[in-house]
């Protein structure tokens, strides 16, 4: 079970803000007759951001909160002053996080101070100042604020390393971790003292290491036996891994036990965590005789030149701190070996052979959807044929304007009459004083445009 302190997926729900309504307001000021329109436009709602913080290693402050809105804008006012725009919501989360959206888009922040605007803000609708024209000088209607976007999302923390700590339970890993780095795990002298993973950092070269130690791995992890494979993603990101083995127990059958469990956990994630740098790291040889010292160093020894990724072979005590300096220095030495290749490689491309990330344009057309079928209406003691129009981009228009507004609905038939919709509706064979239905709003169409009517059933 996880500890309820350290949570690594979360689903929450966001909601930018709503954009605020323009206003409809006409100058009245002493000796200035006829004044024309001054109403101001509605200020943008705010938008959702997350951004990574250095300061967190856990999601759990969105544990139990789990719904989070924006500031919507302010409504427009007259005397052409502008509603102000609603405060952007910052939401904090751990280096490492994985951000998925409803349609599986994925955002990883893998760096501090990473943000990233995961729900816009409604824009704020226009006030009537801003629909003057030389021949309509005093429009009598304002636009609406848009909605703000809501988005369902799920966050995933993979801990970002530089070692990653892995071994059997009671091989001592807690215990390295609290003398070499300024971690302070629980320790006991039972297996599985560590229900959840625990970050360390320590300074060597005036080199910064983050080392994490996971909860121990059993044989038969893989197939949730312990603590299953819980916490293994955190493994993923991590540059080398120091592998931690009691050589006073079977070393030889206990190694096997941890790479099997990678394979496994490798295979079914698609990825192959047996690529990583490895050290081999013996320990307890405190309590050993100098008879298995001698055979685990000669064995792994041996091993490290059939397998490419193991990097040494080092023997150490974790609880008298025996040879844990040289441990640092070997690390240290690992470390800068993989950053000075990832450096020498890039440098050796050509500038054209780097590939340059290109925002991907997305353009989502939604064609029109009719759907025919009749209304009753009592006053004509008859059905009348109604057309269910379904098109996102005319309902998105028209929902900016109070329908009940004969001047809001006079503009947008110049601005609509020509819409895919209504020559849609025409081509399906719409006749004058049929009826429109979008959403739960019901239209007469009239003079090729749709007119609002209410009726009572």
Do not use: W
């Amino acid at each position: 079970m996880k500890d309820l302190n350290f949570i690594d997926e979360v689903e929450i729900i966001v909601k930018a803000g709503d954009g605020g309504n323009g206003c409809v307001s006409f100058r009245r000021e002493k000796f200035v007759p006829k004044g024309g329109p001054d109403g101001g436009d509605g200020g943008d709602g705010g938008n959702i951001i997350i951004k990574s913080t250095q300061h967190l290693n856990t999601l759990i402050d969105y544990r139990y909160n789990k719904y989070f809105e924006a500031e919507n804008g302010e409504h427009g006012k007259g005397k052409n002053r502008h509603g102000k725009n609603g405060k952007d919501l910052v939401l904090l989360v751990p280096i490492g996080t994985t951000i998925i959206d409803e349609n599986n888009n994925k955002t990883e922040l893998d760096h501090d101070n990473q943000e990233v605007v995961i729900a816009k803000g409604g824009k704020g609708g226009r006030g009537n100042a801003k629909f003057t024209t030389p021949v309509y000088k005093a429009p009598k209607f304002a636009e609406k604020g848009q909605k703000g976007e809501t988005k369902k999302l799920k966050l995933e923390l993979k801990l970002i390393a530089d070692v990653g700590i892995i071994g059997l339970p009671n091989a001592g890993k807690s215990t390295l971790l609290s003398i070499i780095s300024n971690a302070k795990p629980k320790i006991a002298d039972y297996p599985f003292t560590t229900l959840v993973p625990n970050l360390g950092v320590t300074i060597f070269n005036k080199k910064s290491i983050v080392l994490i130690d996971l909860p121990g791995i059993i044989e038969g992890a893989s197939q949730g036996k312990g603590l299953g494979l819980l916490f293994l993603k955190h493994f993923q990101k991590s540059k080398i891994f120091l592998h931690l083995i009691d050589i006073t127990q079977d070393y030889k059958k206990n190694y096997k036990i941890i790479i099997n469990e990678l394979k496994k956990y490798s295979k079914s994630n698609n990825i192959n965590l047996l690529e990583k740098p490895q050290i081999i790291c013996l320990n307890k040889i405190d309590i050993a005789d100098q008879n298995q010292i001698y055979e685990s160093i000669k064995y792994f020894q041996k091993l490290q030149k059939k397998e490419k990724n193991i990097k040494t072979v080092i023997s150490i005590s974790a609880y008298t701190r025996q040879n844990t300096d040289h441990l640092l220095s070997e690390i240290h030495k690992v470390l800068t070996e993989i950053e000075t290749q990832e450096k020498n490689t890039i440098q050796e491309q050509k500038p054209e052979e780097i590939p340059k990330l290109k925002p991907i344009k997305t353009i989502k057309i939604e064609p029109t959807k009719i759907n025919i079928t009749t209304t009753y209406n009592k006053h004509l003691n008859q059905n009348v044929r109604t057309f269910e129009l379904n098109d996102p981009e005319f309902e998105d228009k028209l929902n900016r304007f109070d329908i009940n507004n004969q001047y809001a609905m006079k503009y947008l038939k110049n601005i609509l009459s020509n819409h895919r919709a209504i020559k849609s509706l025409i081509l399906r064979g719409i006749k004058e004083g049929e009826y429109v239905k979008i959403n739960n709003n019901l239209f007469i169409f009239i003079d090729n445009f749709i007119q609002p009517i209410e009726l009572d059933n």
